[in-house]
């Protein structure tokens, strides 16, 4: 489909292979250029001391090596007390480009030993980074351009290499996961229908030896599914409910279910949205499309975990057969709902997704989708909303996401918000008042999670794609994939040692 990869290693030799080499210096620090061999490190401190480049922040300094147009670029990094996460990623951005203007097809890269590149998070990061630097949702360009940059080489401080061995692998399994989830997301609505979405998922569940299961009209009756059903009637496009199964052959280990809000695109329905930028509500997809790259990158990992994905894909379209405001509709747990507004159509197709989840009996379930556009009003466009009642659950999400470099903050499940979400000739409404948009959503979906205690909500609709034409590159960004199989991993760590006692502590607070 797009653009592969760019194919990522760690070093194994003593010096540094790559038509171009990144090599990163404190100004507080004796630099060592054994990195570049011995040819390379007399240019490097020759040129250092000719130009008087002791590593002041943002400056560079380029010096040719041997005949074939190969280049070292200095990179100043400023002094190392001051060096954050933030400035070691803006360093893998910086090398990226240096590789990319000098026409490079490989890069290497030498990472100074600085806490800020130490840990196996920080190894998943630059991994990470680097495999995506040439990502391009290509299908629709007439001349595909074609990718410079094929591979890049990764040089770490000796001490660092088993810990970056295991985030690298990381790193790669994320990246693979945040394409498949771009590359969905970025495929036009007039093509990512949900029964679209419904074959590319039976691809690769096949893949990764899942098994799927899939509700269409009669079923979806048959389970008094009201929300997705409502929905979907205005479309030509029919609503689709996706379960899959990955890794059941594990018996035994903890269930997770991950939720995701598939609208293939989202004009609003009968309550239809204003013309401008409505084209990004081919976006409404990301939750569905995070959900399906995290089992892709989970898939690539030994995790001991039961996963079960819970697709919701609708189109919302107004049409005579469209809902409408007015209608009350039953959802899959029984509970009956006066729509309000149709543009309020994601906590209505997850009402039926989370309840049918919540009857499979999961330990935990955490919930993606782009719902409100008051969650992006709160947090701006780069942050997601957490709500979620278990301060575990939460914290354990918090720490994940700090550790993958995606925004997070929690936001409050109060009782206040679902008083506003109360019906009065139904259980609920799908509209509360004007204020806390995204909490009054985030109270909705409660009265759908049955007996699941650590459940969360991510409201991802700031994050999950840059729209517009402004200066950040618009397409789908494949928010929380990273954040989340960091979590399943630390989970995973957990999960092994202290998690069977920790298990039968809840199952015992749950039965008081
Ligand atoms: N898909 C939108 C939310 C959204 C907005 C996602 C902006 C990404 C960017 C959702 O279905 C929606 O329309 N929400 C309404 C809810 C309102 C009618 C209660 C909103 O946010 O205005
Ligand atoms: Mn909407
Ligand atoms: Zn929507």
Redesign the pocket.
Request: hydrophobic residues 30%; proline residues 0%.
């Given at each position: 489909m797009a653009r592969r990869l760019v194919e990522v290693e760690l070093s194994k030799g003593r010096v540094l292979a790559g038509d171009k080499i990144v090599h990163g210096l404190f100004s507080d620090t004796e630099p060592d250029f054994h990195r570049l061999g011995a040819e390379g490190a007399r240019s490097a401190r020759a040129l250092a001391k000719a130009v008087r480049f002791a590593g002041e922040e943002d400056r560079t300094a380029e010096i040719p090596l041997g005949a074939r147009g190969r280049t070292i670029t200095l990179v100043g990094l400023g002094k190392s007390a001051g060096f954050t996460e933030e400035k070691a990623r803006a360093f893998v951005e910086r090398a990226i480009d240096s590789a990319r203007s000098s026409k490079a097809a490989s890069l290497g890269l030498v990472v100074p030993e600085h806490a800020a590149f130490s840990g196996e998070a920080a190894a998943e990061r630059i991994f990470r980074q680097l495999a995506l630097a040439e990502y391009l949702f290509d299908p629709f360009l007439p001349r595909k351009p074609g990718a410079r940059l094929k591979s890049a080489t990764v040089a770490v401080p000796a001490a660092w290499r088993r810990v970056y061995e295991s985030g690298s692998a990381l790193g790669a399994a994320i990246a693979e996961g945040v394409v498949l989830t771009r590359d969905l997301g970025n495929t036009p609505p007039n093509q990512a229908s949900p029964e679209w979405i419904v074959r590319q998922a039976r691809g690769h569940a096949k893949r990764w030896g899942a098994t799927i299961r899939v509700l269409a009209g009669p079923e979806l009756k048959r389970r008094q599914m009201g929300g997705i059903l409502a929905v979907g009637a205005g479309s030509k496009n029919p609503p689709r409910l996706v379960r899959i199964d990955l890794g059941s052959a594990r018996r035994g280990g903890p269930v997770i279910a991950l939720v995701g809000?598939g609208?293939t695109f989202?004009t609003?329905g009968i309550?239809i949205?204003p013309a401008a930028q409505m084209d990004?509500?081919k976006?409404?997809k990301m939750g569905a499309c995070a959900v399906l790259g995290i089992l892709e990158a989970a898939s690539r990992l030994a995790l001991p975990f039961r996963l079960r994905a819970y697709l919701a894909l609708a189109e919302?379209m107004p049409d005579g057969a469209a809902f409408r405001p007015g209608d009350i509709v039953r959802c899959a747990n029984g509970k009956t709902v006066e729509i309000l507004?149709t543009?309020?159509?994601?906590?209505m197709v997850l009402a039926d997704a989370l309840a049918w989840a919540a009857s499979d009996k999961p330990e935990v379930m955490i919930e993606y989708?782009?719902?409100?556009?008051?969650?992006?009003v709160a947090l701006g466009p780069t942050g997601a909303g957490l709500f979620s009642p278990s301060d575990d659950l939460a914290r354990g999400l918090l720490d994940a996401a700090e550790a993958a470099g995606e925004r997070l903050w929690r936001l409050p499940l109060w009782p206040e918000f679902l008083e506003e979400m109360k019906g009065s000739h139904s259980d609920l409404k799908?509209?509360?008042g004007r204020w806390g948009?995204?909490c009054?959503?985030a109270a909705f979906l409660s009265q759908f999670v049955g007996e699941v205690a650590e459940w969360a909500h991510l409201d991802i609709?700031?994050p999950?794609?840059v729209?517009g034409d402004g200066p950040r590159k618009r397409g789908a960004t494949g928010y929380a994939v990273a954040l989340t199989v960091n979590w399943l991993r630390t989970r995973a760590a957990t999960e092994s040692t202290a998690a069977p006692a920790a298990r039968a502590l809840r199952r015992q607070r749950k039965r008081r």
């Open positions: 809000k609208i989202d609003g309550s949205k990004e509500m976006w409404d919302n507004n543009d309020a159509e994601g906590r989708s782009t719902l409100t556009g008051a969650c992006v799908n509209l509360g948009g995204a009054n959503a609709a700031g999950a794609y729209g």
